[in-house]
């Protein structure tokens, strides 16, 4: 018997095909995935590093401001400085030191912190720069030339240019923040030109070698040179400092008290009526070019044989 083939119309409704019931479970699974890989995606960009922004253009480069070393540097004017090392020593001179004065009783001192000084004393041409003046101009006794120190200057005047000269280099931009020229303390002056010795001298004991160092009575007024020298003509001290000895005296920031201060960065007292100068003159003997000779003037005397040099401090 044959048989017979059975249609959907004859048999129960047809089921749905399996493809057709899953459909809508299989978009629900895409979109999950869809959306787990979105999170996955933005999770990578927020852990990945960001791109380096360009580099800035260099900013225009400062004036060059000294340097740390323990070698002559110019600052912006081109005044030549020494860094002097922090150290103690003994200020005065001892009792058998022929010449010495009764106000050079010796006390033991230290500078606690490096400083800088100038080379030599503040020259004619420096002080033009900065001061637009020439105070030792139809003065006698003055030699030509811009090498030769700036003389004719009160101790007022020293610190005038110290400021001025702080308030230039500022809007260069060429101190740092705190820096300040000033005028050496006494004990800041003979700490640098003794520089380590303890002779009366920087250079020993004899003062048959003092012209080699020096211009000071035998080599000037004796010669008919009765005039401060141009700087820098003779031997340096041991320090690379020049005329620490003669040629004209140097105006330092202390009043004047007959004995010395000792101990820690000392000044001398807060008070007084004079100023301490040091260091001798053109017109002195030996004896009186000493480093530990003392001087002492009103602070608004000026001759032929006063000048000063300075230190550039931090706070």
């Known amino acids: 018997m044959a048989l017979k083939k059975t249609t959907a119309a004859q048999g129960s409704k047809a089921k749905p ?7 809508p479970k299989i978009l629900a699974t895409k979109a999950k995935a869809t959306k787990a890989k979105a999170h996955q995606a933005l999770a990578a960009k927020k852990a990945a590093p960001r791109a380096k922004a360009p580099a800035k253009k260099p900013a225009a480069a400062k004036p060059a ?19 002097l090392p922090a150290g103690s020593f003994t200020m005065g ?4 030191e022929k010449g010495r004065g009764t106000d050079e009783g010796q006390q033991r001192v230290t500078i606690l912190t490096p400083f800088l000084i100038s080379r030599t004393v503040v020259t004619k041409a420096e002080w033009k720069a900065v001061m637009k003046t020439e105070p030792w101009k139809g003065q006698r006794c003055v030699v030509d030339g811009d090498d030769a120190p700036a003389v004719y200057v009160d101790w ?6 110290c400021r001025k000269l702080t308030v230039q280099e500022r809007a260069g931009g060429w101190l740092e923040k705190g820096e300040h020229y000033r005028l050496p303390t006494e004990a800041e002056w003979e700490y640098a ?3 380590g010795t303890k002779s009366a001298w920087s250079f020993g004991a004899d003062p048959r070698k003092l012209s080699d160092y020096a211009w000071h009575y035998g080599n000037t007024s004796d010669r008919k040179e009765a005039y401060a020298h141009r700087v820098g003509r003779k031997k340096p001290n041991p320090w690379g400092l020049c005329d620490m000895h003669g040629n004209v ?3 330092c920031s202390d009043w004047y008290k007959s004995t010395l201060a000792g101990g820690e960065n000392p000044q001398g007292p807060s008070t007084g009526t004079m100023k301490v100068l040091r260091g001798g003159g053109w017109g002195y003997d030996p004896a009186r070019c000493r480093s530990a000779d003392r001087n002492k003037n ?3 005397f000026t001759d032929f044989s006063g000048g000063f040099r300075i230190v550039l401090a931090g706070e």
């Open 249 to 251: 005296y140097e105006w």
């Open 298 to 300: 009103d602070p608004s």
């Open 156 to 161: 007022h005047d020293a610190v005038a240019f």
């Open 93 to 96: 001179s001892p009792l058998t």
């Open 65 to 83: 401001r000294r340097a740390g070393a323990s070698r002559p540097e110019a600052n912006s004017m081109g005044m030549k400085l020494v860094l």
């Open 17 to 23: 095909s399996p493809a057709k019931a899953s459909t």
């Open 193 to 195: 030109c003794r520089a």
